[in-house]
T-cell receptor
Framework: NAGVMQNPRHLVRRRGQEARLRCSPM?????VYWYRQLPEEGLKFMVY????????ESGMPKERFSAEFPKEGPSILRIQQVVRGDSAAYFC????????????FGPGTRLTVT | QKEVEQNSGPLSVPEGAIASLNCTYS??????FFWYRQYSGKSPELIMS????GDKEDGRFTAQLNKASQYVSLLIRDSQPSDSATYLC????????????FGAGTRLAVHP
């Protein structure tokens, strides 16, 4: 299966801990997007990355959140010192190129902060 | 604030009927429009993309775009219970590096 892969699928963290979410794009795709879906809310854009570059992080909270997409390995979304309000589904999507092309979503990581 | 508006529903249709889902958007510069289907607890699945005015058909699905009215719709013919899901309209933000703005979704229920 050459789809977008995300792990872990479920993640439980206590308040104050760190959460690391991983995303491997579809084969042949070099553009990665992260979205967040809060309970009973719509999908919200967080960040767009290409290999070794953050292209658009206009949707990322200014503190505690960071993202990277290294030359080797998956993209990582990192949330430091998690709070209950971070509990959500985090989806990664990928596309083969930019300029308004289709984005394909991974299965998501459900983060629960206790 | 650029927005995508959808009726939250639920939209209830009988099996075999046509389901019509609508979406309006505020960003006049948007060029790309997508419909995603999301089953409860699952990830969004791309079902249609449309880039120019008019209709685009794919199997039982037809997407319609009217840029002058800033309006996108999705028709599902011969609706099946398995079509019951939330349908998300997504629009690219003009100048936004392919950032997608999503509507809150319309919940569709197809009853036998």
């Amino acid at each position: 299966n050459a789809g977008v892969m995300q792990n872990p699928r479920h993640l439980v963290r206590r308040r104050g801990q760190e959460a690391r979410l991983r995303c491997s794009p579809m084969k042949g795709h070099s553009h990665v997007y992260w979205y967040r879906q809060l309970p009973e809310e719509g999908l919200k854009f967080m960040v767009y990355l290409q290999k070794e570059n953050i292209i658009d992080e206009s949707g990322m909270p200014k503190e505690r959140f960071s993202a990277e997409f290294p030359k080797e390995g998956p993209s990582i979304l990192r949330i430091q010192q998690v709070v209950r309000g971070d509990s959500a589904a985090y989806f990664c999507a990928s596309s083969p190129r930019t300029e308004a092309y289709e984005q394909y979503f991974g299965p998501g990581t459900r983060l629960t902060v206790t | 604030q650029k927005e995508v508006e959808q009726n939250s529903g639920p939209l209830s249709v009988p099996e075999g009927a046509i389901a019509s889902l609508n979406c309006t958007y505020s960003d006049r510069g948007s060029q790309s429009f997508f419909w995603y289907r999301q089953y409860s607890g699952k990830s969004p699945e791309l079902i249609m993309s449309i880039y120019s005015n008019g209709d685009k058909e794919d199997g039982r699905f037809t997407a319609q775009l009217n840029k002058a009215s800033q309006y996108v719709s999705l028709l599902i013919r011969d609706s099946q219970p398995s079509d019951s899901a939330t349908y998300l309209c997504a629009v690219n933000e003009a100048g936004g590096y392919n950032k997608l703005i999503f509507g809150a979704g319309t919940r569709l229920a197809v009853h036998p």
